[in-house]
């Protein structure tokens, strides 16, 4: 199974941006989202959905300008940023949990069992 993501690129400061993510084939998923590193730093969590219930989790950076989403037919989630800042220049990476275990926490990159490839998204001030 592969999550194949998309829609990074070049942007400025205060633009929006949408990344998709799907899945190669039909897979159980329990919960999705993405995570992102930026140059020098540690990967973090940026947001993620429980897929059953479409309750979403944020960061703290993500929580008013960033919006997740899914799309139970097509199997794909989405990431809506605005406002987007320098900071926020990073490769993004979609990820995915298929086990209902929830004894980890889902804002470790550990608790993901499936990762995209990464797309880079830039943000020019």
């Known amino acids: 199974v592969q999550l194949q993501a998309s829609g990074g690129g070049l942007v400025q400061a205060g633009d929006s941006l949408t990344l998709s993510c799907a899945t190669s084939?039909?897979?159980?998923?329990?919960?999705m989202g993405w995570f992102r590193q930026a140059p020098g730093k540690e990967r973090e969590f940026v947001a993620a959905?429980?897929?059953?219930?479409?309750?979403?989790y944020y960061s703290n950076f993500a929580k008013d300008r960033f919006t997740i989403s899914r799309d139970n037919a097509q199997n794909a989630a989405f990431l809506q940023m605005g406002s987007l800042k320098p900071d926020d220049t990073a490769v993004y990476y979609c990820?995915?949990?298929?086990?209902?275990?929830?004894?980890?926490?889902?804002?470790?990159?550990?608790?993901?069992?499936?990762w995209g490839q990464g797309t880079l998204v830039t943000v020019s001030s």
């Open positions: 990820v995915a949990k298929t086990s209902s275990d929830e004894s980890m926490s889902k804002y470790s990159p550990g608790d993901y069992d499936y």
């Open positions: 084939q039909r897979i159980g998923v329990w919960r």
């Open positions: 959905i429980k897929w059953r219930e479409g309750i979403r």
